[in-house]
């Protein structure tokens, strides 16, 4: 049995959602890195950022990936912005296989449009941020990638039950 199964994705690709349908389906436990981050800092991101700016979230979400990396038996949601540090993929890949959850971003943009909490999202022409944010980091998101699931046109039942039948067919 693999240890950890690690998410990674772009912002408001589902991670979270998806993420905890399947920890249940698989018996696994949940954790979601911006969470646990939130709770260590007793503030929300957009605050971290805000106060703190983004250097001093990187350093944040570095040490919740060294801390996560040590668990067993977990699905783990990351921030969008966690293969920006190579060695917190390290880190995860050591205890887990890393599934990519790939989404288009006219997807990203309608999951997203009604929430102002990604403060790297909140400007004037998000479609277009999106869509620059995303060229950048897709080659990280494909090189890191154990699996990729596109979860564009699923819902999150769908996008789950697509990661656990590749897991379970490569892996389990
Ligand atoms: C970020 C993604 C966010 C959060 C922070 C930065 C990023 O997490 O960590 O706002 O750089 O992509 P989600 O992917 O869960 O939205």
């Known amino acids: 049995m693999i240890n950890n199964i690690v998410l990674i994705g772009f912002m408001g690709c589902?991670?979270?959602?998806?993420?905890?349908?399947?920890?249940?389906?698989?018996?696994?436990?949940?954790?979601?890195?911006?969470?646990?981050?939130?709770?260590?800092?007793?503030?929300?991101?957009?605050?971290?950022?805000?106060?703190?700016?983004?250097?001093?979230?990187?350093?944040?979400?570095?040490?919740?990936?060294?801390?996560?990396s040590e668990y067993e038996g977990y699905v783990i949601s990351t921030g969008g912005g966690i293969i920006k540090n190579e060695e917190n993929i390290f880190l995860l890949k050591k205890n887990g296989i890393v599934v990519y959850l790939k989404s288009s971003p006219n997807k990203i943009f309608k999951n997203t449009k009604n929430n102002m909490s990604r403060p790297l999202l909140n400007t004037d022409d998000r479609l277009k941020r999106i869509e620059q944010l995303l060229q950048e980091r897709e080659p990280l998101y494909l090189k890191y990638a154990d699996l990729v699931v596109d979860t564009t046109n699923e819902s999150v039942q769908t996008a789950a039950k697509a990661v656990c039948e590749l897991l379970k067919q490569k892996i389990l």
């Open 14 to 68: 589902g991670k979270t959602a998806i993420g905890k349908n399947i920890s249940s389906e698989l018996k696994y436990e949940h954790i979601d890195t911006d969470d646990y981050i939130e709770k260590k800092a007793g503030m929300k991101i957009a605050e971290i950022f805000d106060k703190f700016g983004e250097d001093y979230f990187r350093k944040l979400e570095n040490e919740a990936a060294k801390q996560i």
